[in-house]
């Protein structure tokens, strides 16, 4: 994989809405049906909007976000030990957290691994520490499966200090097993770290529990409540990882990263029990649906086990430029991920959905 010195990169595209690309086709972002953002269908829990309210603009916010990495450490049981969350970090969006990561990992000419296609903040942050990346690629041909016996050779081959492996995998949807995955944290050399970036597993219908892991001290599971809490305007992730882990990535944090509204509502969601797992509902139900009518519009997708589908359209740039266009829908063009005949599509709401296929019919029937 080859990488941009850090002064010629770009920042790495997302999802979500263009401003100017809107502006020129006379559209606002209230306008769009947006589908190339993959976050809870069911949006934010109401409980977060109200008990911001309550927030002191005047005020600094807790630099250690003490309350809610101890509503987290309750919420997921994380260790009855360690109450006080001296195994969570809190980040300013979980991409903070992938950039904090990296800084603590890797220096110049170090080597970083990368599980591809995948997110482009961590080859982003990788460029941004001069370090050197292995891509280790997934297969297409056998609907973007790792080879996991070769990963693993070539982990030991290079020794990368930092390997990245987001599961399920976005764009592609792809489910690792905990035996592979384990497998993969075995091959690591010393003093190095697997960054698992589970940002959609709370979608996920049949899930492993991944909270053993961390009892390797080379694991961090990353985890992003924009997605899951949709507090996407808001930033807000965490990380999970052994005490001295944490350490090392907090000392390269700045103390207000995390600010007071966000920390409020994030407590505030934790506490509305049932949010994550209604919208896990919803996109089941929706993901269903939206599977058929591809296959009836006779569009091949990849199985996937995440709240979005990785969808072989041709040219992407096209679909997504006609669906914006004609329908004020927006998917995810994949030519960033190096997949430009691909769409992805975030699943939201059945009724959503519903708009989405009516006009993709109606575009390939008029392409
Ligand atoms: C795999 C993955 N990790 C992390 C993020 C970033 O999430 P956050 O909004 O928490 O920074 C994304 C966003 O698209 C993502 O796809």
Redesign the pocket.
Known sequence: MSIRPRHLMSRPL??GTNIAELRSLGLRPEDVLDFS??INPLGAPPAAALAMNGVDLAAYPDTECTALREALADRLDVSTENVSGEYILVGN????L?HLTARAYLHSGATAAIFTP??G?FEAACAMQNARVIGIAANEGDQFSWRIKKAVSTIVEQSPTLVFL?NPN?PTGRYMSEEDVREIASALPDDSLLLL?E??LPFVDTRWNSFPLLDLGNVAL?R????DYAL?AL???YMLASPDVVERIRAQQHSWSVNALAQTAGIAALADTAHVEDGRRAVQDAKRYLIDELAALGLHFIPSAANFLLVHVGSAKVLRHMLLKRHHIIVRDCASFGLPDYIRIGIRTKKDCNRLVAALRDVMEKS
Not at 93 to 96: A, D, K, L, Q
């Open positions: 997302h999802g953002a993959s969006g979980s991409t903070e992938i995948t997110f903040e987001c976005n970036d940002a959609y990353l992003s409540m924009t997605k996407t930033r807000l992730g």
